[in-house]
């Protein structure tokens, strides 16, 4: 499965070039723009460190593998039934309470929804309905986290046939686990989506162009989405992803902020401006703000198209516990090849 690691390295990579400079303004990044790991900044910790969106990525990947383990592997598997987001979230709450998943043994860069979401977990809610619901609980926590999911499916539809509505459902609880509300599952939803695209073109080596696999991506989320009622009065907030014309909005247009909607715009406008890796997660931490996350989530889907060849092995060697986040993610590929082969 050889786009998970790209996938996953590309995100991890891209949150660590983004951390020591996240909350800094487009302004100072102008004036001094990231063009290497660097270190200490906003959290003091040396090059190489990553944050909670590299963690909760392997939380998660950690909770898939589990899921996967303990699933019936019988002919007609449903995919949110083999899901356990009981464990996925036991992950998450021992990432934020027991520092487990991360690079020092204690949990730092914590948002507030992801925080709300694993409270109220702990106080006893069911994983699924413990993300917010209000429209102020609609950060980039969920978006930031929700790539794993999309190899989870695309590979094991290789073996079981999972409809549409069951793929984006899977997509919109994951993100329900700390944001629940239909905004955040339609971001999710859309972006997931697109990694489908990017991971199927890997895989079958279709050699599309990033243009043709966003716009395919986010054509089938359009019309998916366009034939629910319960998300219509949500749609309007993606006009601008729908109209097919991030790519040709000047940088002043595009939002570097933690809501889940600049997010998404930021990484589709970064893919598309740039032509490898290594531009297209600089540009996304030289947009200033939260530089970590906008950089993981852009960096995903750069590092399944540009391939793990293309991603700077000096920055890959310089995160920090990479021998730990290998296991993670070669565990997670062989559990789903187990299944599929
Ligand atoms: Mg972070």
Redesign the pocket.
């Known amino acids: 499965m050889g786009c998970i690691k790209s996938g996953i390295m590309g995100q991890i990579v891209g ?1 660590a070039l983004g ?1 020591p400079v ?1 909350f800094i303004s487009r302004d100072e990044r102008d004036l001094d723009p990231v063009t290497d790991m660097r270190g200490y900044g906003a959290f003091d910790m040396p090059p190489g460190s990553w ?3 590299s963690s909760l990525i392997l939380a998660t990947m950690d909770g898939l593998s589990e899921s996967l383990k303990m699933a019936n592997h019988e002919e007609n598997l449903r995919l949110h039934e083999s899901i356990d987001y009981e464990m996925i979230m036991k992950n998450f709450s021992a990432w934020l309470n027991e520092g487990e998943f991360t690079p020092y043994g204690y949990a730092y ?1 914590i948002g507030g929804a992801t925080m709300d979401g694993i409270g109220r977990y702990d106080n006893g809610c069911e994983a699924i309905l413990s993300g917010g619901i209000g429209e102020r609980d609609n950060g980039n926590g969920s978006l930031m986290r929700i790539l794993p999911i999309a190899f989870y499916i695309y590979y094991l539809s290789q073996r079981y046939l999972f409809d549409d509505v069951e793929k984006m459902g899977a997509a919109h609880d994951l993100s329900s686990l700390t944001h629940r509300h239909k905004r955040s599952q339609i971001a999710c939803g859309i972006y997931v989506r697109i990694a489908l695209e990017f991971i199927e073109n890997h895989e079958k080596e279709l050699n599309l162009t990033l243009e043709e696999l966003i716009e395919n991506g986010i054509r089938k989320s359009k019309e998916y989405y366009q034939n629910l009622n319960s998300f219509k009065g949500e749609l309007h907030h993606f006009d601008r992803v729908f109209s097919l014309n991030i790519q040709n909005l000047s940088r002043d247009e595009i939002k570097s902020g933690g809501y889940c909607i600049s997010s998404l715009e930021a990484s589709i406008w970064c893919l598309l401006n740039n032509a490898n890796y290594k531009d297209t997660v600089l540009a996304a931490v030289n947009l200033g703000y939260d530089t ?2 906008t950089a993981c989530i852009v960096g995903g889907l750069g590092g399944i198209y540009y391939g793990l060849e293309d991603i700077p092995s000096d920055w890959i060697e310089e995160l920090a516990k990479l021998d730990y986040i290998y296991d993670i993610v070669n565990e997670f590929d062989n559990e789903i090849s187990e299944i599929i082969d």
């Open positions: 949150d951390l996240q944050s909670d969106d860069d970590d996350t």
